[in-house]
């Protein structure tokens, strides 16, 4: 009985050193890969976004999905920045790193409005979704003004 559990412990502990193991594997230029492609895909939908939120009658079902992919992927961007991805082919600025705590409240303020704006679309309030549409666009404009390099 004891050895099983001792065998149940063992196993546990080295698939948690394959995981880890896994994680520091990933190379740094895969994190600049992932933020640019997250952002890219953001970037897409906020575009299609635009003209659904300045209609008189905005259609509020695609303007549901197109504003589920945003606030999806805001807090996944959120873990594309560990310690050591600051070189090569990037635009993040070191800041990100020397001021980590200004970045939080960054990305923060970004998760935040992007639920927003989701359930702000998901209410069809075609006055409210405009208005949520201009904050999101700012909290991406802030962070860029800080955080990405020109
Ligand atoms: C918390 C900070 C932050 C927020 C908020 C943010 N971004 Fe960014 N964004 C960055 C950083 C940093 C980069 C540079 C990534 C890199 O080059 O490694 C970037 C890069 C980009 C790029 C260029 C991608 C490429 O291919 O090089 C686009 C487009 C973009 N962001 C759009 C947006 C949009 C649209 C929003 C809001 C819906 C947004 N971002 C919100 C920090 C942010």
């Given amino acids: 009985m004891k050895s099983k559990r001792i065998a149940v412990v063992v196993s546990a502990a080295l698939l948690a050193g394959i995981a880890a193991e896994a994680l520091a594997q990933q190379k740094p230029e895969n994190y600049v ?36 992919v945003v606030a999806t992927l805001a807090p996944v961007f959120a873990h594309g920045f560990p310690a050591g991805t600051g070189d090569g082919d990037t635009r993040a600025r070191p800041e ?36 949520q549409f201009g904050t999101l666009s700012k909290a991406c404009d802030s962070c860029h003004d800080d955080f990405r390099r020109k």
């Fill in 96 to 131: 990100i790193w020397s001021q980590p705590d200004k970045f939080k409240q960054a990305m923060d303020r970004y998760i935040g409005e992007a639920n927003k704006m989701l359930e702000v679309a998901r209410s069809g309030n075609a006055d409210g979704m405009r208005t």
């Fill in 33 to 68: 890969r992932f933020r640019k492609a997250n952002q890219q895909v953001v970037a897409f939908h906020m575009r299609e976004l635009a003209p659904i939120v300045k209609s008189a009658k905005p259609d509020i079902a695609e303007a549901t999905r197109v504003a589920n």
